[in-house]
């Protein structure tokens, strides 16, 4: 039985990603995709036996239940706010957009129509971050240390700041965003940049300090200029504790005890994230952790972030208006 049909904006990489999780559960269907790339429109109807729509106004006419947005950076805004006018649960691939001012936009547009919301920061569905949780509900943070050191990913856009946004937006968001979960909201950050990676004009290098309202400080390492990805993930420190989270495990040092790796499939917390969605749709759960306005916290610190490092100047973040 098919209970949930489900429509696709961008039929790229990650879209193809969602469409192998959801297929593997009974009560969803692949129901429609647009992607103004036709040839990648019909290849992805074709392997998901999904309808292929024009364009986007197509697919919402398509009798679906909900939309993955799963489009570049630069692509957000519009689409988002189509889906919300249909009335449309909609799961959007993160960051949010290249900037700030879309985001916004969005984030009072899905407010107002009151439609369901998730973003793509599947990390906070894995089991080592809820052991990292459970390690720290009696121990302060003090230090969180964020990397991110990576090839270019092989996508045409991802090189150029104007269609990707650079990496602390594109790509280090998801390590901002596992370090406000563990450590709170930040309060400050300055970052400097180096001098861009070859190809395009995004910093080869970004360094930052953070200051987190709860007392914590923090850094954020990144890198765009290897050839292969050598690490990204985050390490918490509080008092007598170590913790390293990656996505494929955690390794815990507590007190007098022998450190201790465990692995995880990362496949399991981007198949939590897709399942809570469709529970969530369903009307069956309430287990999404990170619906737009709260990824939209993440989003504040990244493009902070990424502004320090053009200016040159710290950026104090400001409580938001409604709190
Ligand atoms: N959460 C994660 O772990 C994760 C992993 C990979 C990618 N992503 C994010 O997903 C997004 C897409 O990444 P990707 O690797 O799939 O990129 P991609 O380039 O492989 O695919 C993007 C697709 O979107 C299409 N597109 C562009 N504008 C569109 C529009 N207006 N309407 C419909 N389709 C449009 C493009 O033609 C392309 O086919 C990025 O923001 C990326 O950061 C998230």
Redesign the pocket.
């Known amino acids: 039985m098919r209970d949930c049909g489900v429509g696709f904006?961008?039929?790229?990489?990650?879209?193809?990603?969602h469409a192998r999780m959801l297929n593997e559960f009974p009560d969803v269907g692949l129901a429609a995709v647009?992607?103004?790339?036709e040839p990648?429109?019909a290849e992805f109807a074709r392997t998901w036996r999904a309808r292929p729509a024009a364009?986007?106004e197509e697919l919402l006419d398509a009798g679906v239940d909900a939309v993955y947005v799963?489009?570049?950076?630069?692509?957000h805004g519009?689409?988002e706010e189509a889906i919300a006018a249909a009335g449309l649960p909609m799961f959007v691939?993160?960051?949010l957009g290249l900037d700030l001012e879309v985001a916004e936009r969005v984030a009072a547009v899905v407010a107002d129509a009151r439609v369901l919301t998730a973003v793509?920061?599947?990390w906070r569905y894995a089991a080592t971050v809820r052991r990292a949780h459970e390690l720290l509900a009696d121990r302060p943070v003090r230090l969180v240390a964020g990397a991110w050191l990576d090839k270019v990913?092989p996508?045409?856009?991802w090189s150029h700041r104007d269609r990707?946004g650079g990496q602390a937006i594109?790509?280090a968001v998801?390590v901002l965003d596992l370090a406000r979960l563990l450590a709170g909201e930040v309060v400050e950050v300055h970052a400097v940049a180096g001098a861009p990676a070859a190809g395009g004009d995004v910093a080869g290098a970004t360094a930052a300090a953070l200051r987190f309202a709860d007392g914590a400080v923090g850094t954020l390492s990144a890198t765009c200029v290897l050839g292969w990805k050598q690490r990204a993930g985050l390490e918490v420190f509080a008092d007598g504790l170590a913790i390293t989270i990656t996505e494929d495990g955690i390794a815990v040092r507590a007190d007098d005890r022998e450190p201790a790796w465990e692995a995880v499939d990362p496949d399991d917390a981007?198949r939590a994230a897709d399942r809570a969605f469709v529970d969530a749709v369903l009307g069956r759960a309430d287990d999404v952790r990170v619906p737009y306005a709260e990824a939209l916290r993440t989003h504040r610190l990244a493009c902070a972030l990424a502004r320090s490092a053009e200016d040159g100047e710290p950026v104090h973040l400001l409580e938001e208006p409604n709190g």
């Open positions: 904006v961008g039929a790229g990489a990650v879209a193809d990603r647009t992607d103004p790339d990648r429109r364009d986007l799963c489009v570049p950076p630069f692509g519009r689409i691939e993160k960051p793509g920061h599947h990913p996508v045409p856009w990707s594109e790509q998801h981007k």
